[in-house]
T-cell receptor
Framework: EDKVVQSPLSLVVHEGDTVTLNCSYE??????LLWYKQEKKAPTFLFML????IEKKSGRLSSILDKKELFSILNITATQTGDSAVYLC????????????FGKGTKLTVNP | ETGVTQSPTHLIKTRGQQVTLRCSSQ?????VSWYQQALGQGPQFIFQ???????GRGNFPPRFSGLQFPNYSSELNVNALELDDSALYLC??????????????FGPGTRLLVL
């Protein structure tokens, strides 16, 4: 059975801290891995990772994929209160419908 | 904003009733996927429609059904509602076919409460 596991499930930090969110997966026919940020309802797209070792970066957020060890990390530096959200990791499988297999998410709370 | 819209935003139903949720996909997208997100959980794949045909289904019973229209908008129907159907229902649009883009863009969701 396909599995995507995120850790930690929740995290409370202070503004300015750096955080690392983890996502490990056991999925047949892996195609790519996506990170989303969910604040209230709609998950908003952050990154798509397909190749190992290539860091994707957007402002204070960065992410990397390790296809050998089957995990990805999402780093957020100099956190701000606006980074408070649930961060979802999802894996896309090859073949057939491109359904996303999601983890449970990491709830990040950034306190002033 | 992704350009994906859903209606209604909130809905309250009682057990045994039927519900229809609607989704308009982003312009240029021909694929709509539906997900159920229970409180504190990640979204679970229900099914996907590509060019008006069902293109994959998750582990949901047949009382969850859907449609996609020629303009690529979509409906999710749930019959014989159960308490456990209470969740946030998300639709996501993408461009499928030979030039697949895995990135799916989500709508704001419909929060369904079954009493």
């Amino acid at each position: 059975e396909d599995k995507v596991v995120q850790s930690p499930l929740s995290l409370v930090v202070h503004e300015g801290d750096t955080v690392t969110l983890n996502c490990s997966y056991e999925v047949t026919n892996f195609r790519s891995l996506l990170w989303y940020k969910q604040e209230k309802k709609a998950p908003t797209f952050l990154f798509m990772l397909t190749s190992s070792g290539i860091e994707k970066k957007s402002g204070r957020l960065s992410s990397i994929l390790d296809k050998k060890e089957l995990f990805s990390i999402l780093n957020i530096t100099a956190t701000q209160t606006g980074d408070s959200a649930v961060y979802l990791c999802a894996v896309v499988k090859q073949g057939g419908s491109e359904k996303l297999v999601f983890g449970k998410g990491t709830k990040l709370t950034v306190n002033p | 904003e992704t350009g994906v819209t859903q209606s209604p935003t909130h809905l309250i139903k009682t057990r045994g009733q039927q519900v229809t949720l609607r989704c308009s996909s982003q312009s240029g997208h021909n694929t709509v996927s539906w997900y159920q997100q229970a409180l504190g959980q990640g979204p679970q794949f229900i099914f996907q429609y590509y060019r008006e045909e069902e293109n994959g289904r998750g582990n949901f019973p047949p009382r969850f059904s859907g449609l996609q229209f020629p303009n690529y908008s979509s409906e999710l129907n749930v019959n014989a509602l159960e308490l456990d159907d209470s969740a946030l229902y998300l639709c996501a649009s993408s461009f499928g076919g030979s030039a697949v883009q895995e990135t799916q863009y989500f709508g704001p969701g419909t929060r369904l409460l079954v009493l």
